[in-house]
């Protein structure tokens, strides 16, 4: 197994120590799909809540086709459901273990990493994701009726931020930590993409409907799937247009999940890999990734990427993005045995 390899420096701005024992790769591995798992949770649960109570068609119905696109998931769902109703969709999402990007799937692999990084992480996070790994694989479709949606996804975004907290707060500061952000940064960053993009056009109005009451609560929906809207809302006396909004999730770095503050986040992570921890080598090519990526956003307002092409600038990311996980996987962890079978939308 390989391994990655410490040497002696000031702690940086991460607040990392000198001194530690050295990573193994697949500790490594372990900890950035932990983080982007535990991301997709919560994203999912949001946007299964926002688009039940928010995002509507001509018939008043929730347009549950928007997710199945947000995860370019339309082949695997109309093979499982050809004729799907309302249920279906959240069963897709939610239980059905043969997708391997519903809740119950993903739990099933952030407890199997987080069990194979056990001595990494802290009795507390491992106590939290216990719980709510369990939790999550005993749900059942009765349950969702019983409960209800909002309630359920509550719960889940409640479990996910729990994590977060109990992981910043004890999770010592060391390479298992810096990988662990980076791969939140780059979930972060490709799960924006993909909200910004088929958002965009789902809900982009007709000439006559641009400001009116209808057009406002499509685009408050876009912002709410990102938890974004009190954010956006202090800006005042910004407007709510197509611009405005997209604007704010690819380039305001106030944000906390805008693109631009996670895409400097992992440059930084990558940065104190590289200068502190002797492996410049491995994270080259991805931080000549993430510059081309800032760059671009540096150089173009929300204006300019929607007249040149949102959808093909939002691929575009997309695509740098996962080229940066097949990166870091090739410079780390070539030769490690995965703890899950990789598909391709778990792999995005």
């Not at 719980?131 to 749900?139: I, K, N, P, S």
Request: proline share 5%; glycine share 4%; aromatic share 8%.
């Amino acid at each position: 197994m390989g391994d990655v390899r410490m040497t002696r420096f000031s702690p940086p701005l991460h607040g990392m120590l000198p001194d530690l024992n050295t990573l193994l790769s697949r500790y490594a591995e372990n900890m950035m799909w932990l983080a982007r798992y535990m991301e997709r949770i919560e994203n999912l649960a949001r946007v299964l809540e926002v688009t039940e109570a928010f995002v509507r068609g001509p018939d008043g119905r929730p347009v549950w086709d928007t997710i199945v696109q947000i995860n370019s998931d339309e082949q695997r769902f109309r093979e499982c459901y050809p004729n799907p109703r309302e249920d279906d969709y959240l069963r897709f999402y939610i239980t059905d273990c043969s997708n391997p990007g519903s809740i119950k799937s993903m739990a099933h692999f952030v407890r199997e990493n987080a069990r194979s990084a056990r001595p990494l992480i802290s009795t507390e996070m491992w106590m939290q994701l216990n719980v709510f790994t369990r939790w999550m694989l005993d749900l059942s479709d009765a349950d969702i009726r019983r409960t209800g949606l909002s309630a359920l996804c509550n719960r889940i975004k409640l479990d996910c931020q729990s994590h977060s907290g109990i992981t910043s707060g004890t999770l010592y500061r060391d390479q298992a930590w810096l990988f662990y952000l980076l791969g939140r940064h780059l979930e972060q960053s490709d799960q924006i993409t993909r909200l910004i993009d088929t958002r965009y056009h789902t809900l982009l109005p007709n000439a006559a409907e641009v400001g009116s009451e209808i057009d406002m609560a499509q685009w408050a929906s876009v912002l709410r799937s990102a938890a974004a809207y009190h954010a956006f809302r202090r800006l005042k006396p910004v407007t709510t247009t197509p611009a405005n909004v997209v604007g704010f999730l690819l380039k305001n770095e106030g944000f906390p999940r805008s693109l631009a503050l996670n895409l400097r986040h992992a440059d930084s992570v990558l940065g104190a890999l590289s200068t502190h921890y002797n492996l410049r080598r491995q994270s080259s090519p991805v931080q000549e990734r993430l510059s081309e990526l800032r760059a671009m956003l540096e150089d173009q307002t929300a204006e300019e990427i929607i007249i040149r092409g949102l959808h093909e600038c939002m691929h575009w990311i997309q695509e740098q993005i996962e080229a940066c996980q097949n990166d870091l996987a090739a410079a780390y962890w070539p030769s490690a045995d995965p703890v899950i079978e990789r598909t391709a939308s778990q792999s995005q």
